[in-house]
């Protein structure tokens, strides 16, 4: 199945393009000059490339236009004046700044899932804000980070044949624990069919692995996944996408995989999937075949 340049977009992404059309899209609209098609929105509002900055210009254009095609409500509303929209931002900072304050008192008493879902709400209230000028993934890095560090004699139990850490490092040291701790996909499917108490392990696995999923995607392609997943081999790699894909994270393995196979070559074994990385996201024909390849895996 061919995926809509919407469907490639985070639901960050998409939160931020829901507020530009509130914001702007609506005025656009309305324009007796330039208005009255859902095109023109889209187009004028994506020109420029400032609005998504890591997609095409175009992709985010059509993606404007099949989001509101979803969501036609988003035009219904007054026209803002350009004080209106900044009182419109302000609310939303406001927001946000509220929400993070309650992930910071979760983060104080250790309640890791609370407060990274707080942030998450955070980033989804005001997508755009930069919190004492960080961004949301350096607050959640944070909170890996503590979590990690409290969490050592844990994540150092054995759960499946030797011992496999359960948490991510921090982001910035390129999710070490991925490629020391390589997990075998035939020992995760024996896992995972095993009757109690190996029961208690597979949840905790498939926690393990929506977490690690759900941080390989909020590594941007542009600015840090394509090099990162380069740096693993074609033989390397697999066995992480099995594990995904195994878990129900077949999106975030097809990511890692067209992260990967830019910087394959001729004769390697993915090589059949290659691509420059100039574009993202891929042209629709080639995700779909890297989709159909870790499909496959499982």
């Known amino acids: 199945m061919l995926l809509d340049p919407l469907d490639y977009l985070t639901d960050t992404e998409r939160q931020i393009l829901r507020n530009a059309i509130i914001d702007t899209g609506r005025g656009i609209y309305a324009s007796p000059l330039i208005g009255g098609s859902h095109e023109n929105v889209g187009r004028y509002m994506a020109e420029g490339g400032n609005l998504l900055r890591s997609h095409d210009w175009r992709a985010v254009w059509q993606a404007v236009v099949q989001l509101i095609g979803r969501e036609p409500e988003l035009l219904d509303g007054p026209v803002y004046t350009v004080a209106q929209v900044d009182e419109l931002r302000r609310i939303r900072t406001e927001r946000a700044d509220a929400l993070l304050d ?3 008192v979760e983060y104080k008493a250790g309640a890791w899932d609370a407060a990274l ?22 607050l959640r890095r944070f909170v890996w980070a503590e979590r990690v560090a409290k969490a050592d004699e844990r994540a150092r139990r054995t759960v499946l044949t030797g011992p496999v850490s359960l948490v991510k490092t921090d982001q910035t040291e390129a999710w070490r624990w991925i490629h020391t701790h390589q997990i075998e996909a035939a020992e995760f499917a024996d896992v995972a069919t ?13 926690r393990a692995v929506a977490d690690m999923a759900a941080g390989l995607l909020s590594v941007d392609p542009m600015t840090g996944g394509m090099d990162l997943y380069q740096r693993f081999s074609c033989t390397e790699i697999d066995p992480l ?42 042209p629709a024909a080639l995700a779909e075949r890297h989709t159909h390849y870790v499909g496959a895996l499982a």
């Open 241 to 282: 996408l099995r594990v995904l894909v195994l878990a129900g994270h077949r999106d975030a393995a097809a990511e890692v995989l067209a992260c990967h196979t830019a910087g394959d070559e001729p004769g390697d074994l993915h090589d059949h999937l290659l691509h420059d990385g100039d574009q993202w996201p891929l």
């Open 117 to 138: 879902d707080l942030i998450e709400r955070a980033e989804l209230a005001a997508p755009t804000y930069r919190p004492s000028h960080r961004t949301y993934a350096d």
């Open 102 to 104: 309650e992930a910071l």
């Open 194 to 206: 095993a009757p109690a108490p190996g029961r208690d392990r597979v949840t905790t696995l498939y």
